[in-house]
């Protein structure tokens, strides 16, 4: 599936958004600007002119290029310290504006995808959530960086978790995890998993919230949570040097201890979380949860 977008209505925004680009040409030569635009044969580069404060745009053939190197991106940096429901509509501009370079080496496109689906599936509204859906899809297919592929993936898998297409889900991660070699992809794989039981154990207890008084309902009940907890914290327990996946199997163990009321384990898996992996997004949700645990005192 291809993106096809006017990416000329966004142009200002990535001139402002974006710091000073390096295109390496195939003849050996540096041009320096802010690439602006794209499209089948070339790209469109935001140069100074002699006018302070005034640009102009110039063209070069793709086929003239080596390679880029993209500037930082602060605005989507911010949005990436930040990736909550109230960031919506930045994420979704840095996504219309960043897609047409998915495909581009060393763009921050899918990247921006990925985040941007993210705060999409926070949302229980089904339009939000399939909008999420098509973004990873476009991710997963088009990206430049398997890295971001493979996160699309598992956020592909969560959309369709959320919007009720479960059965699909399983079929394709349970095949996965018990074909796939390659170690990420079989951890994103259980993580998935580890999702799909949590919602399932989410709405067994919703409809049967005496539970307890049910011995199949508690057999169901506490089989689910062991495979939960057990998927979660694989990738922790043992592959805890894959920080991203172990640090998201440790907020989805959070969210399971919190679901059937153990407020010590919830705490407990969030102090590991940022102790040992404080640089990733998950630890800052669970510095939060633990300072609202602490002010609730």
């Keep these: ?6 990416f000329s ?9 974006s710091a000073q680009d390096i295109l390496q040409l195939r003849n050996g030569s540096v041009r320096k600007g802010r690439v602006v635009g794209i499209d089948e044969t070339s790209f469109r580069i935001g140069i100074a002119t002699p006018v302070p404060g005034r640009r102009a745009t110039t063209t070069v053939l793709r086929s003239e290029v080596e390679k880029i190197e993209f500037g930082p ?32 080496s060393a763009s921050a496109a899918g990247r921006a995808g990925n985040i941007f689906g993210e705060i999409l599936l ?6 939000r959530l399939a909008e999420a ?6 991710v997963e297919s088009e990206a430049w960086n398997p890295v971001d592929q493979a996160r699309a993936k598992r956020g592909r898998l969560s959309a369709m978790i959320q919007l009720g297409r479960s059965e699909e889900v399983a079929r394709e991660v349970e095949e996965l995890v018990g074909s796939e070699e390659d170690e990420d992809l079989l951890l994103e794989g ?30 169901e009940r506490n089989r689910l949570f062991q495979e939960t907890a057990d998927l979660a914290l ?11 996946e172990a640090a998201d199997g440790l ?6 201890y919190l679901m059937v009321g153990d407020d010590l384990a919830a705490r407990e898996v969030a102090t590991d979380l940022l102790e040992i992996y404080p640089d990733t997004p998950e630890a800052e949700q669970a510095e939060q949860a633990l300072q609202e645990k602490t002010d609730e005192l």
Aim: aromatic share 10%; hydrophobic share 45%.
């Design 122 to 127: 926070q949302s229980s509204e089904e339009e």
């Design 9 to 17: 209505l966004f142009s200002g925004l990535v001139l402002s958004a």
């Design 234 to 244: 694989y990738p922790f327990l043992f592959h805890g040097a894959s920080s991203n």
């Design 133 to 138: 859906l098509i973004v990873f899809q476009a």
């Design 190 to 219: 259980k993580l998935v998993l580890a999702q799909l039981r949590l919602r399932t154990l989410e709405e067994l207890l919703a409809k049967n919230p005496r539970w307890y008084e049910d011995p199949p309902v508690r057999e």
């Design 1 to 6: 599936m291809r993106v096809f977008l006017l």
């Design 251 to 256: 907020w989805l163990a959070h969210r399971l």
């Design 73 to 104: 991106d602060k605005v989507l940096q911010a949005i990436e310290k930040n990736p909550s429901r109230r960031m919506t509509r930045s994420a979704r501009a840095r996504w219309v504006a960043l897609s047409p370079y998915l495909a581009i």
